[in-house]
Nanobody, 123 residues
Framework: QVQLVESGGGLVQAGGSLRLSCAAS???????MGWFRQAPRKEREFVAL????????SYADFVKGRFTISRDNAKNTVSLQMNNLKPEDTAVYYC?????????????????WGQGTQVTVSS
């Protein structure tokens, strides 16, 4: 069993930065860790992922060059550094864990989810 708890969300002006963190408990060895987001009246969408070794990262096109995912396996944490935030980045951000890597990550691929953290970007 894996439990995930996100933190670091908040209100920021456009162009600003936030750093989200995800604290994991349980056996996460070998798991791919991902971040997804869901805006009101929209489907949950992939944002970024990182493999267990950190050797592979993947980003949605709309965050490339602005967001960076990282993990610290010793501390069992995953982070998402978000720079140059835009109003369209406003959403609830979720941390998730999957036992397998996919080139086309979908929410259904992920077994474990955090409760989400709200990110609001004002214009």
């Amino acid at each position: 069993q894996v439990q995930l708890v996100e933190s670091g969300g908040g209100l920021v002006q456009a162009g600003g930065s936030l750093r989200l963190s995800c604290a994991a408990s349980g056996r996460t060895a070998g798991y791919v860790m991902g971040w997804f987001r869901q805006a009101p009246r929209k489907e949950r969408e992939f944002v970024a992922l990182i493999t267990w070794t950190g050797g592979t990262t993947s980003y949605a096109d709309f965050v490339k060059g602005r967001f960076t995912i990282s993990r610290d396996n010793a501390k069992n944490t995953v982070s998402l550094q978000m720079n140059n935030l835009k109003p369209e980045d406003t959403a609830v951000y979720y941390c998730a864990a999957s036992p397998a890597y996919s080139r086309n990550p979908r929410p259904a691929d992920y077994n474990y989810w955090g409760q989400g953290t709200q990110v609001t970007v004002s214009s």
